[in-house]
């Protein structure tokens, strides 16, 4: 693109209609205080970029800070940043609206379908609206099956392949090592572990302001007579995995732990302070009866370009400069990166560390690309919902199973908040 050359009457060379282009000038770019060094690094790999960095909070805790200040910027008519991270991943649901739209779509001429073809299978498909992609994602959390192979080689047990061997095993431990640990269901995020890899059709979007959900459905039951299973076995914690009486009390009863892919470093490593040479991970857990082994994903963060961008060049180049990085500057990435040339990178480097028991590299590439993509990224929190519902209720000594109606109703109620059709 020239300088102040004007795409604006051509909104089939991007895929919408794009503002009068001027190849100087200058791209601004709103991060979190965790990716400030990668931007950092950009412009020092970039001297003569023109990107101004601010920092804000990222979305942090459900804050919608990317949405809140957009819709002023849409008032005003300016101000809008010409890319933005967020640690969610669901400002498809809002800004990807067919002609008023604030984000860019990126597969229809912005980027390189090569580029994109190098994230992880199915990784895009959170931001991705009746074939409109609209982020660059930065980091996975995919959900893989974390053990402590000292303990499991001690017992003599053998790491379970499917749910079925999974709960076989919890209830062998139960019996012959009581207070061990094969799971824990004291966070919010829970269904994201448990419920998606069972595909439960609890989070399904199927369109920008479409939602189908029924969480009476056989696959969703299946996944919560499980965790009643386990809960009340006491194989499977109630505590938050961060709270203080979980650190205390069980940090050394964890054997198993299906989790995302940052439980090795931000968990195990960091949090229950596990020593070096016990833990390692293996492959998601597959339900028998599924044609695919699909799993869940716990987190990662995306970069979004907006539309009204005047340097639509500059602004993507960042975007894929910045997540196709391994390293941080000289630190290694915080988390696994969706690009997969970088996750082989990262992967690698986070092996030679030498706190893992056993290779993480495969397991977790596998599971990269195995993200059941029937769990969707909505305006509103699943795991609020849950935490609001099911874990209140658990706290009072109900069932999960018990609990699937008033997750339902809870579901369609924020739904319908946030102006969404609710199918089953």
Request: glycine content about 10%.
């Amino acid at each position: 693109m020239g300088g102040n050359s004007s795409v604006a009457d051509s909104g089939s060379k991007y895929g919408f209609k794009a503002a009068s282009q001027d190849s100087k000038a200058q791209v601004t770019v709103w991060v979190d205080s965790t990716r400030e060094p990668i931007a950092k690094a950009y412009n020092a790999a970039h001297p003569h970029a023109q990107v101004k960095i601010v920092t804000y909070d990222g979305n942090a805790n459900g804050s919608n800070t990317f949405k809140t200040k957009t819709q002023l910027f849409d008032r005003a008519g300016s101000g809008w940043p010409d890319v933005a991270f967020t640690t969610d991943n669901n400002s498809a649901s809002w800004g990807s609206f067919s002609g008023t739209g604030d984000l860019a779509a990126v597969n229809k001429g912005l980027v390189p379908q090569t580029t994109l073809d190098n994230f992880a299978k199915g990784s895009l498909d959170v931001c991705t609206v009746k074939g409109v992609t609209y982020c660059f994602r930065n980091d996975l959390a995919q959900n893989v099956l974390w053990y402590n192979k000292k303990l499991m080689d001690k017992f003599g047990y053998t790491v379970p392949t499917t749910w079925e061997q999974y709960q076989q095993l919890a209830g062998k431990v139960a019996a012959e090592h009581p207070g061990y640990l094969v799971g824990t269901a004291g966070d919010a995020w829970t269904p994201e572990i448990y419920m998606w890899a069972a595909q439960c059709p609890a989070n399904g979007v199927t369109g920008a302001k479409t939602i189908k959900a029924d969480t009476a459905d056989p696959k969703c039951v299946r996944a919560a007579k499980m965790l009643d299973r386990l809960i009340a076995d006491k194989t499977m914690s109630t505590l938050s995995l961060f709270g203080s009486d979980f650190v205390k009390n069980e940090a050394d009863k964890v054997l198993m732990l299906p989790g995302p892919s940052w439980y090795g470093g931000s968990v195990f490593q960091g949090t229950l302070k596990t020593p070096a040479g016990q833990i390692a991970a293996a492959s998601p857990l597959k339900w028998a009866d599924d044609a695919q082994t699909v799993t869940g994903d716990v987190g990662g963060g995306a970069w979004w370009i907006s539309s009204h961008s005047k340097n639509l060049k500059a602004a993507a180049d960042f975007a894929t400069w910045v997540t196709g990085q391994a390293k941080y500057g000289s630190a290694l990435a915080p988390t696994y990166p969706a690009y997969v040339p970088a996750a082989q990178t990262w992967a690698g480097e986070t092996q030679k560390s030498g706190y893992y028991a056993d290779d993480i590299v495969a397991p977790l590439s596998q599971a990269a690309g195995q993200v059941w993509s029937g769990w969707g990224s909505a305006q509103f929190s699943q795991e609020a919902i849950w935490a609001k519902v099911v874990q209140a209720g658990m706290a009072q000594g109900k069932t999960v199973v018990s609990q699937l109606p008033a997750w339902q109703t809870e579901i369609e109620n924020q739904a319908r908040t946030f102006g969404y059709e609710v199918t089953k």
